[in-house]
T-cell receptor, first 113, second 114 residues
């Protein structure tokens, strides 16, 4: 079946450090891939997405590249800020799944000044 | 801006009570979803609806039902609340279309069942 696996958190970084959150997936065909972010006390919001192999999604300094050969969609940011502290969710959607998203377990990021 | 609102941010109920969680979206979206969020488990789909009066079970529908009488409103019902339904509940909506469409989430309802 379809599934998404993220690296376990919490991840604690100092401000301006480099961030990588690993995400790998299992799915047949060519799913669309997403990163959602949940700031404290809020719902989820879309951070970035990619719809086919080798696509790079980017937003707010975050990037992720759809790697079909390694079934991965790792999230990266070159220099994190305290305001990036949040929970990050990787997700996939298959074409014939009626819009349903399958989420990873979430990775909590804490950035210290 | 798309807005998805949920009727309560925090709710405390007793075991056996019937609980209604309401979700309203203002962007005329066809699809609406209910998820529950638990630490270490991410978000799991309870039910979704792709049209008025239409519903489909998600991955964990047991103990829940839903109602969609109007396009903008999607209700989650806990027929007889139990302590293992203590969780964060998130509603989302989206247009119908390609797999790349964005889901828009409400702020969540944190439910405690005593």
């Amino acid at each position: 079946g379809n599934s998404v696996t993220q690296m376990e958190g919490p991840v604690t970084l100092s401000e301006e450090a480099f961030l990588t959150i690993n995400c790998t997936y299992t799915a047949t065909g060519y799913p669309s891939l997403f990163w959602y972010v949940q700031y404290p006390g809020e719902g989820l919001q879309l951070l970035l997405k990619a719809t086919k192999a080798d696509d790079k999604g980017s937003n707010k300094g975050f990037e992720a590249t759809y790697r079909k050969e390694t079934t991965s969609f790792h999230l990266e940011k070159g220099s994190v800020q305290v305001s990036d502290s949040a929970v990050y969710f990787c997700a996939l959607r298959r074409y014939n799944q009626g819009g349903k998203l399958i989420f990873g377990q979430g990775t909590e990021l804490s950035v210290k000044p | 801006d798309v807005k998805v609102t949920q009727s309560s941010r925090y709710l405390v109920k007793r075991t056996g009570e019937k609980v209604f969680l309401e979700c309203v979206q203002d962007m005329d979206h066809e699809n609406m979803f209910w998820y529950r969020q638990d630490p270490g488990l991410g978000l799991r789909l309870i039910y979704f609806s792709y049209d008025v009066k239409m519903k489909e079970k998600g991955d964990i529908p047991e103990g829940y039902s839903v109602s969609r009488e109007k396009k903008e409103r999607f209700s989650l019902i806990l027929e007889s609340a139990s302590t293992n339904q203590t969780s964060m509940y998130l509603c989302a909506s989206s247009i119908q279309g390609t797999p790349a469409v964005t889901q828009y989430f409400g702020p969540g309802t944190r439910l405690l069942v005593l």
